[in-house]
């Protein structure tokens, strides 16, 4: 828990100031029952009108100002508990951004989303719990105990009978419902994945009718969650009708002892209804204590879930001294020997890969499914680590110069087309502060401009999120659009054409050839028609390179290439391209 705690340094001096709440609201409280005991005892019995109009209005004012502390613990604790887990909430989310690839694999989005949500949720209530009741409870407590003790030692014991019973009870109910906070919460975690699957799949589920295999595996781990909380529950719903029926029979203990006493005259009737209520308000402090216990063991586990990520370290950080690259470097990227495997992998993905990709050059990539092309591309911004060899940019290593250095100085289009709600000038302006006429421009080399256009708010149009209301192709184009937009001196394409038609592949490779005529171009690629005219070719083959140079020389060399391309183009087309 210790990388929680500076986020709750700043919130001292507010918990000094609700700790002075606190005891304000304690001397009111146990004072009263004192004045009550008076009036009765000194007031009634002696017929003194005076005295009971005085003491009255004391108490009166003393209530008022019990109101206020009151206020005040609820105010303290409420803006403590909030602002406490919304700088939690942002740390959380930082540290996240700071993650690799490496780390999402650990933690599964539906957890992070959990930890972010759900686990805050508990943390913030059992805190502002904590604050109004965990804190008042103690000093109330004592102070009772200390009260009662002071007006009848003698009656003191049935008062620790009764605070022992309910330590024992809660004692054992912690030790029966704590191990199971844990598996609720990995079950929240269970119900958080399936929803975001069946939401984000749900044109397949229909597409192959499988509605009910789905509703089927929600249903169980919606049940399983169900019966786990009910289990839990159940448990803890002992304690508030046992705690009430412990102060029931204490109260009734008190008044059957103390009439002995008040009868043989070793107590006033006053001091008796002031124990009796002493007895209450120390018998309530553990109830509110019960109460917290009730929440606590899960928010002890949020908060252990929440440190967990919190405590991750990021495997791709900035060097202590980062160097800086050329300012007016030309992008050149090597690989040097480059191996990769992922940490659960047996296998490497990438073994001993090197090549040159240069400026004023098109530089493709392609192999089987699974050959690792899209994974080699992934090292060049850093969104993964080299195990082995390494990889240059402009002659310096990528790993010792800052990461925002880097990336400011590539243009990287994912495999998938990944859009953000707002519009499209704001997606296509993303990566870097860009004018209209350099909007427009990207938009029009990335051949979007002819379906936004068409749209009713031209580049300001909507898009939903994950640009839902657009086709594969045209978010594919926006994609391509913000990386050109960006100016970057090293291209990067993981099969970004893919959802494109001929037509428009050709435009955008013929428009790009100009755009990106003194750039380094990287392209990964499925459809060799896309890479036929590219400077060199790499064919990747289980990781390894087996081959690079043109169309024409790789069609009499590689054996691994000339299956791709006779699979894709037909024998005139190969004969177009081999002259």
Not at 180 to 200: A, G, H, N
Not at 220 to 244: G, H
Not at 267 to 294: D, E, K, N, R, T
Request: hydrophobic letters at 45%; proline letters at 3%.
């Amino acid at each position: 828990m210790r990388k929680l705690l500076p986020y709750f340094v700043s919130y001292i001096p507010w918990l000094i100031v609700l700790v002075g709440f606190v005891y304000g609201q304690t001397v009111v409280t146990l004072s009263l029952p004192d004045y009550m005991a008076d009036i009765i005892n000194k007031g009634i019995v002696n017929e003194d009108i005076g005295y009971i109009w005085q003491t009255g209005l004391w108490m009166l004012f003393i209530t008022l100002l019990g109101g206020l502390c009151t206020i005040g613990v609820g105010f303290t604790a409420s803006r403590i508990a909030t602002g406490f887990v919304r700088r939690l909430r942002l740390g959380l989310f930082t540290t996240i951004e700071s993650f690799s690839l490496q780390e999402f694999n650990t933690f599964s989005t539906a957890s992070l989303i959990t930890r972010a949500t759900n686990d805050m949720q508990q943390l913030q209530q059992t805190l502002v719990l904590l604050l109004r009741m965990g804190l008042v409870a103690p000093f109330m407590g004592v102070g009772a105990i200390i009260k009662a003790h002071q007006l009848s030692p003698d009656m003191s014991w049935i008062m620790v009978l009764a605070i022992g019973i309910l330590v024992t009870i809660i004692v054992i109910l912690f030790v029966i419902v704590v191990p199971k906070f844990k598996q609720i919460q990995k079950l929240v975690d269970r119900l958080s994945l399936l929803t975001r699957e069946m939401l984000t799949g749900m044109r397949v589920i229909r597409a192959f009718h499988k509605e009910s295999v789905e509703e089927t595996r929600f249903d169980k781990a919606n049940r399983d969650s169900m019966t786990l909380n009910l289990f839990v529950n159940r448990s803890m719903i002992i304690l508030q009708p046992t705690m009430m029926l412990i102060m029931s029979f204490t109260s009734l203990a008190v008044i059957w002892i103390g009439a002995h006493y008040v009868d043989i005259g070793a107590l006033q009737i006053g001091s008796l209804l002031a124990f009796m209520q002493y007895v209450v308000q120390a018998v309530m402090s553990f109830l509110m204590l019960s109460f917290i216990f009730i929440l606590a063991p899960r928010a002890s586990v949020s908060a252990g879930r929440i440190n967990e990520v919190l405590a991750s370290r990021p495997t791709i950080v900035d060097p202590v001294l980062p160097k800086k690259l050329p300012v007016s470097g030309p992008g050149e990227v090597e690989f040097r020997d480059v191996s990769f495997g992922y940490h659960d992998s047996q296998e490497p993905v990438l073994d001993r890969v090197s090549f040159v990709a240069r400026p004023g050059q098109v530089t493709a990539i392609v192999g089987g499914t699974g050959s690792g092309k899209s994974t080699l591309v992934t090292l060049i911004p850093r969104l993964y680590d080299v195990t082995n060899g390494a990889i240059l940019l402009d002659g310096v290593d990528i790993r010792e110069v800052s990461q925002a250095d880097l990336r400011a100085r590539i243009g990287y289009v994912s495999q998938k087309a990944t859009l953000f709600s707002g519009t499209i000038a704001t997606n296509i302006s993303y990566g870097s502060r860009v004018s209209k006429q350099e909007l427009y421009h990207a938009a029009e080399v990335a051949q979007a401009s002819e379906f936004i256009k068409d749209l009713p708010g031209k580049f300001d149009s909507e898009i939903t999120q994950s640009g839902t209301n657009l086709s594969g192709g045209q978010k594919q184009r926006i994609s391509i659009a913000r990386a050109i937009a960006k100016k970057p001196s090293v291209y990067v394409f993981d099969d970004s054409f893919s959802a494109l038609d001929l037509k428009t592949d050709a435009a955008l490779r013929q428009a790009l050839s100009v755009e990106t005529r003194d750039k380094t171009m990287i392209i990964v690629a499925q459809r060799v028609s896309t890479i036929l005219q590219a400077d060199m070719i790499v064919i990747l083959d289980n990781g390894k390179v087996v081959g690079t140079g043109t169309h024409q020389t790789l069609m009499k060399s590689s054996k691994v290439y000339r299956e791709i391309a006779e699979s894709q183009l037909s024998e005139a087309e190969l004969a177009e391209f081999a002259s």
